[in-house]
């Protein structure tokens, strides 16, 4: 599937009401690293602090359809990507993604990656872009075709249904990136 129509935009206000559904869907909440679902107020209290934050660039994923008849663009919500954790001084952040669950095995989240590295290497200037996985993600696998190595695991670092998983560490150099490109 041919995905270079996959847009940034920030995050708008209208866009909350999806995104917290899309967060709080077990296909998504499974994987990251809040411990229980996410409140209304506390998903606004995000959104604020992203607006500000200087160490946090989130973006929504979406493409756009053109209607052959009427010449209208329809914009289709496909997910969130950001850096968090930026740090100019070291020249790194944390990646943070996810797709909407009924957009999920597509390709959008490998396509979307790609063009958050390129915006954090290229336009931050970053030299490391780093990011976690709990066992059994199968994201993990997107990961590594991307060039990331697996850095780590930090064991039994989150209880999740009754049990501690693993953590999995990955990251890219910049140097790494722009020889895959």
């Known amino acids: 599937m041919n995905h270079a129509g996959v847009l940034f935009r920030p995050i708008k206000s209208t866009d909350l009401e999806q995104l917290l559904a899309w967060r709080n869907d077990r296909a998504i909440w499974k994987w990251c690293r809040q411990s229980s679902l996410i409140t209304p107020a506390q998903h606004q209290k995000w959104y604020e602090k992203q607006g500000i934050d200087k160490s946090m660039r989130m973006y929504l994923i979406y493409n756009t359809d053109r209607s052959p008849a009427m010449g209208d663009v329809k914009e289709t919500s496909l997910g969130v990507c950001g850096l968090t954790s930026i740090d100019h001084v070291n ?68 209880y999740r249904d009754g049990e501690y998983i693993d953590c999995h560490l990955f990251s890219i150099l910049k140097e790494q990136w722009c020889r895959r490109r």
């Open 91 to 158: 020249a790194a952040a944390e990646f943070s993604l996810y797709i909407d669950p009924q957009q999920h095995r597509q390709g959008y989240g490998k396509t979307a990656l790609k063009q958050l590295l390129n915006l954090g290497f290229d336009n931050l200037n970053l030299n490391h872009i780093w990011g976690e996985s709990f066992d059994g993600n199968p994201a993990m696998g997107m990961f590594e075709s991307l060039g990331m190595k697996k850095e780590g695991t930090r064991r039994e670092f989150y």
